[in-house]
């Protein structure tokens, strides 16, 4: 079965740091793109970061710049989000997702984990 | 980078068509052709991806989801509302150096 699982949500103080992965199987995962994208509760859809299929094309929101960091390992068909420097605003579920083409960024996702941040 | 613009709710009666604008700018939607859309049922589950490319459809989408264009705003189109159409929709454009911009979602409710 082609999909997306996400892991490692929790509960985190301010200033901490989590770090969340994203299995994929049932396709070759070092074909595709991958995006992180969140929703805070009761909020819309953010798009976070973008890593490429060769780990050499990155890029985040400028909400997060500096302090999230995207990797992906091929071998292992996982996708990883490093959080650091966490802040309350983001509390929210952060999703995976599968870019099939250049105008098709967000074509499978995951079920996402929460990640809240308080004291 | 502003967040595309949508209207927060849009209601109608089974059978009938409703229709959902995301308006962005030259910078976005006005720029390319790489718009689209996303089927929320629930706050907190994965979105469903409808319609890429301003107006293609995904292989098992229903043919009662219409996307297009027309200078900085993009619409989705839904003909023939069923009871479970209920549901979050988000337009998405592609933003250049900020890549990619999410609209504010637009709640269907079917009366």
């Known amino acids: 079965e082609v999909q997306l699982v996400e892991s490692g949500g929790g509960l985190v103080q301010p200033g901490g740091s989590l770090r969340l992965s994203c299995a994929a199987s049932?396709?070759?995962?070092?074909?595709?793109?991958m995006n992180w994208v969140r929703q805070a509760p009761g909020k819309g859809l953010e798009w976070v970061s973008f890593?490429?299929?060769?780990?050499?094309?990155?890029f985040y929101a400028e909400s997060v710049k500096g302090r999230f960091i995207v990797s992906r390992d091929n071998a292992w068909s996982s996708l990883s989000l490093q959080l650091t420097s966490l802040r309350d605003e983001d509390s929210a579920v952060y999703y995976c997702a599968r870019e099939d083409t250049s105008s098709s960024p967000f074509s499978l996702w995951g079920q996402g984990t929460m990640v809240t941040v308080s004291s | 980078q502003s967040a595309l613009t949508q209207p927060a709710s849009v209601s109608g009666s089974p059978g009938q068509s409703i229709t959902i604008s995301c308006t962005g700018s030259s910078s976005d939607i006005g720029s390319n052709n790489a718009v689209s859309w996303y089927q929320q049922q629930h706050p907190g589950k994965a979105p469903k991806f409808i319609i890429?490319?301003?107006?293609k459809r995904p292989s098992g989408v229903s043919y009662r989801f219409s996307g297009s264009k027309s200078g900085n705003t993009a619409f989705l189109t839904i003909y023939g509302l069923q009871a479970e159409d209920e549901a979050d929709y988000y337009c998405c454009g592609h933003a250049g150096p900020l890549h990619w911009v999410f609209g504010g979602g637009t709640k269907v409710t079917v009366l």
């Open positions: 049932g396709f070759t995962f070092s074909d595709y793109n």
């Open positions: 890429y490319e301003v107006n």
């Open positions: 890593i490429n299929s060769r780990s050499d094309v990155i």
